[in-house]
């Protein structure tokens, strides 16, 4: 693989921007790789790990020399990034992101970057339920998406350079319009995330009454919903605050269809049940067809032993 | 391992049977093992597969000489078993369950036994996404939990023997009260099973709109709701039907969360988001702890490629 960029400057050192150094790394596709992190406790583990070729004291510094600079920190917190290294950028550098919401993103970052910059912004579809510097692997992005949102008039050689750099990651590149991405990730991940925090939080509650019983005895369907609802909280509440409309949406559509089965429930309505089961069962195939799921019974997970 | 059973016959030939019968084999723990299904297509696979060392005709000649009779069909379907099978049990024999409902399954089966049989009931935490006799293995039960439920003054031979035969095939035992089961399913299986019905089946309508995405990109979250949604449409039918009440009570609460959620979103109550999600990741780790999920992150999940 050739080198894409001389210079990578990366902002935010959490489990995205370890597995993209850890990527890039692997296929040789960057020269020099500046990090920076807000948190000290970042900052020293990438040290210790050697995780980049150099470290930074600032973004601000990070990004003096960088082709490219990937701002990996949570969606919240890009505008005040973007603020800060706006005029430190090198003429003709390219800058993107990998935050989970795109339009804020857009609204919070562009206005700050000169326009010799080219940005693109992006979102690979990969990550797990742990963070941090040390939570990254270089594999995470391989068979996964990226997701590109090239503003219109990008410059072409910008995109198909950013293009390959994640081809060459291991990830497929798509692109998409901004408002779309938000919904599409509203039903996909967004919602689906909030759900997973909402059930763990009520049998966390509940907890109390049943005597450990519902750690004890989460194989049964639980533990399912508390890996995603293990995922960083910083994280996760930018991208509620900042993709709200199209979250409370779906979130209002998932209501209303609980409510229809509840009343089904209720009502001993044993047919609608059924079909509703029956036609769920469906998708679960299609996404093995897809090759984005294992069909690997229990997700072929690694056995685990009862806590006596 | 010593033989504990005779002759044991199985009633209702799917994933938990088929495992059942496998994993009494891996043990030695039964003599002849017969088995009956109503439905045609789980007899021939049964048959050409050498699941049951004898099939029957009905489940009344399942049972006439059996020591131990497994009854493995819908929590529905339990009572019309009971009520076949009773005049054809041979006096001493023991009659369990695998339901994953308890008080209804209690209520339903045991008018229709002879006072010369020992009922206990049982549910063995354990599954896959998966279902029918070719979906059974002998390592299920593995490092799962099995509950008892034993009546007031059930026979301690009996109940000896039956808590042997599950630990003879990897269970832990656990003896529990029947309507205490129920709320602690709830929390656990239940209502989790009913939120990803719901969460895929919303999915799956917006599908539509948007031209297949929400399958091609479910691997940011939306994927680990499909697993439970794949689950078997019967067996699921009859477990929100028959803990109706346990059920809705949980959901009660859960919407009631999800609400309280919903509006920290919609006024940007940040800390309330990140409280709440800091608590969430906590219970991940509990879970981890007491050995009842996998640590490897993903699931550990075999890799999958994106499906171009």
């Known amino acids: 693989m ?14 995205i ?15 020099t790789i500046t990090g920076y992190d807000a948190s000290a406790l970042h900052m020293a583990q990438a040290r210790e790990d050697g995780l980049c070729d150099m470290l930074a004291d600032s973004a601000a510094a990070a990004v003096q020399d960088a082709d490219l600079v990937m701002l990996c920190v949570p969606v919240g917190a890009m505008g005040g990034v973007a603020e800060e290294i706006g005029p430190h950028l090198r003429p003709g550098a390219t800058v993107s992101d990998v935050g989970s919401v795109k339009r804020s993103v857009i609204d919070a970052v562009a206005p700050h970057l000169p326009p010799d910059v080219t940005f693109i912004p992006g979102h690979p579809m990969a990550g797990t339920e742990y963070s941090g510097p040390r939570a990254g692997f270089a594999e995470l992005f391989d068979g996964r998406w990226c997701l590109l949102l090239p503003p219109e008039g990008c410059d072409p050689q910008a995109l198909r350079q950013l293009r390959a750099l994640w081809t060459g990651m291991g990830a497929t590149v798509e692109e998409m319009e901004p408002d779309h991405h938000d919904l599409v ?36 369907g639980f533990r399912d919903f508390t890996r995603i ?14 993709n709200k409309d199209a979250t409370l949406e779906i979130l209002g559509r998932f209501t209303e269809e609980l409510f229809a089965l509840q009343r089904a429930i209720r009502t001993g309505d044993g047919d609608m049940l059924h079909d509703y089961f029956t036609r769920t069962r469906a998708i679960r195939k299609g996404i093995i067809e897809a090759g984005q799921d294992t069909a690997a019974p229990d997700f072929g997970r690694a056995k685990t032993r009862p806590g006596e």
Chains 1, 2 share one sequence.
Not at 229 to 242: C, G
Request: with cysteine; aromatic share 6%.
């Open 229 to 242: 609802a293990a995922s960083d909280p910083t994280m996760w509440r930018d991208v509620f605050l900042n």
């Open 185 to 220: 990730c509203a039903v996909i991940s967004h919602a689906p995330h909030l759900i997973a925090y909402t059930m763990v939080g009520v049998a966390d509650d509940l907890r109390r009454v049943t005597d450990q019983e519902v750690i004890k005895f989460s194989a049964a």
């Open 17 to 31: 921007a370890s597995s993209l150094i850890h990527a890039m790394r692997r296929a040789d596709l960057a020269g």
């Open 2 to 15: 050739t080198r894409l960029y001389d210079r990578v400057a990366v902002i935010g050192l959490g489990l």
